[in-house]
């Protein structure tokens, strides 16, 4: 692990908040590979064989990160991507370049450690092209800070090439949101797939806007889009799942489940569905409501109280 | 002993259950036969203590204690228990969380419950209770949670309902092995090979008892009446 001089100290206590969060000690192995930004800086980098790192910091404070993996390469543990602010309050722009090769096998784990400020905007940028015949698995867990200071801005673009693999999986179910925004736009082409699924868990006065976007342009290419939104209390709450089916035999399913407790909650769902193409197949689900009665009933019917059975089926759910 | 005084029930203004009376003890088995539409599933879901389902008159004692106003979490607590007919899927929880709902019940025990219904633990355990599982299997884990619970009543509405043929002998099993432990089970069932394992048995019409005996009568009867009668969803109509 390469840590950065002079900000060791910013690199432990990272270290230590997601260690206590997660009981993961794969930051501190060397044979991980591993980015951790600290605010608007770079304090640790590991690097693996076929796989390269660059970062610079702009004058502006922008952080750019630039991860390039060569064709054929598998990386056989997670790569982790942290990102922490540990200041009470402030701006931490970063944007990440993905080039990923051909013939590629790679997992990130990201985690963004926001647990100590006030009040954050921390907007991060990413653009990833997937080579062809290349498996990418992306997983995003936030730990906010409880006060709901925190505004979250994740805007991703993608471009997965003929065969190419990605799934998603963006958690943010374990501490308090505070505001969040989530766009992922995806473009697949031949036999392409994409699998994202997005789990959040509104509390207090929390504001959850998520938008997927599926653009199948590749024939037979296929994605699922899936969010998961448990709201309480007074949070609110609007998803967009979006798919174009603009190719031959493309097949395109989203899904957004949104389940209510409190009165004070809003929430809503778009979907939408687009066919330019004849030969493409297009679905979706939604709901939008309380827990259903009948698997609160079913809980209860074993002895559980309606508020330990509701809780047994948001854990489920946001699993 | 558990006892249903005069229970009526309407719904929407439609008189479902009118005027019910029945006797359960413990360790036996009894059946609630009768045709489709006739008001056998809402008489285990009033027992149950459902919230669709509370009755506008009449009264439901558990050994002589009232509980027609008891909630449903307090009912299980004292001993009833439900196999739903069509039991609820769980996304993103395990047979394993599932069956192990009370803390009390020990791996080994869920896996004797598992073998009981003719589930590999191995194969089942960290399958998840949604969509995935078929009608057959959730219904088998439904029964193997029951079995767990280990109650003083079950109510078994359908136990047979999406489960393969060859499955009835597990069935007739498992009540069995519910007698010997001491539960009073009360199946509601329209087959047969169900229906004659109880000692004592309810027909249901038009929301009333018919007729009440021992079962190889009832069942006789309802064989040689009821399947050819007119009377189907009487309750609902009228």
Not at chain 1, 72 to 85: A, D, R, S, Y
Not at chain 1, 271 to 278: D, I, Q
Not at chain 2, 123 to 138: A, F, I, P
Request: charged letters at 30%; a negative charge.
């Amino acid at each position: 692990m390469d840590i950065v001089k002079g900000y060791e100290e910013e690199f432990n206590q990272l270290v230590d908040i997601y260690e206590k969060n997660t009981e993961d000690k794969s930051l501190r192995n060397p044979a991980v590979a591993t980015i951790i930004v600290s605010g608007n800086k770079v304090v640790g980098l590991n690097s693996v064989k076929g796989m390269h790192i660059n970062s610079k910091v702009r004058g502006d404070g922008l952080v750019i990160i630039d991860v390039d993996i060569e064709d054929n390469t598998v990386i056989p543990i997670p790569v982790h991507l942290c990102t922490g602010f540990l200041k009470k309050q402030g701006e931490q722009i970063l944007k990440f370049n993905y080039m990923i090769g051909n013939n590629v096998k790679v997992k990130f784990k990201s985690h963004c450690i926001l647990t100590k400020v006030e009040k954050l905007h921390h907007y991060m940028e990413s653009d990833m092209y997937i080579g062809k015949n290349s498996h990418v698995v992306y997983e995003d867990e936030h730990f906010h800070d409880e006060r709901g200071g925190v505004f979250v801005e994740t805007i991703t673009k993608m471009k997965i090439d003929e065969n190419g693999y990605f799934a998603s999986k963006f958690y943010e179910t374990k501490t308090r949101v505070g505001r969040i925004n989530v766009v992922m736009d995806i473009e697949l082409k031949d036999n392409a797939k994409a699998n994202l699924e997005s789990k959040i868990y509104g509390r207090e006065d929390d504001i959850i806007d998520i938008k997927e976007i599926l653009r199948l342009n590749g024939e037979n290419s296929s994605g699922i889009a899936t969010s998961t939104v448990f709201a309480t209390d007074s949070t609110k709450a609007h998803v967009i799942n979006e798919a174009y089916g603009n190719a031959p035999y493309s097949r395109g399913h989203i899904e957004c489940n949104e389940i209510v407790k409190g009165e004070g909650v809003s929430v809503s769902t778009i979907p939408v569905l687009k066919v330019n193409n004849e030969k493409a197949e297009l679905t979706h689900e939604a709901s939008v409501g309380r827990i259903k009665q009948d698997q609160l009933e079913t809980l209860m019917s074993k002895g559980l109280t309606e508020d330990e059975a509701a809780e047994f089926i948001v854990n489920g759910l946001l699993s | 002993m558990l006892t249903l005084e005069n229970i009526k029930y309407s719904k929407n203004s439609n008189d479902i259950i009118k005027g019910i009376s029945m006797k359960f003890e413990e360790g036996k088995v009894y059946g609630i036969v009768g045709n489709n539409g006739v008001g056998k599933s809402t008489i285990g879901y009033i027992i149950m203590g459902l919230s669709d389902y509370r009755v506008n008159e009449g009264e439901i004692f558990l050994n002589e204690r009232n509980i027609t106003d008891m909630p449903i979490t307090d009912r299980a607590k004292n001993g009833i228990s439900l196999l739903w007919q069509e039991p609820a899927r769980f996304e993103g929880m395990s047979v394993k969380n599932y069956l192990m709902l009370n803390k009390k019940i020990k791996l080994k025990e869920v896996e004797k419950a598992l073998d009981l219904v003719n589930l590999e633990p191995d194969k089942y355990l960290n399958r998840l209770v949604d969509k995935k599982l078929s009608g057959g299997e959730r219904k088998k884990v439904e029964i193997a949670s029951c079995v767990l619970l280990n109650p003083k009543f079950l109510i078994m509405d359908e136990p047979d309902s999406g489960i393969d043929i060859m499955s009835l002998d597990m069935i007739v099993k498992i009540i069995d092995y519910l007698k010997e432990r001491g539960t009073g089970v009360i199946v509601i069932t329209h087959r047969k090979e169900i229906a004659i394992k109880s000692e004592y048995s309810y027909l249901i019409c038009a929301g009333k008892v018919f007729l009440e005996g021992k079962s190889d009568k009832i069942v006789k009867y309802y064989e040689k009446t009821c399947d050819t009668c007119g009377h189907i969803n009487y309750a609902e109509e009228n």
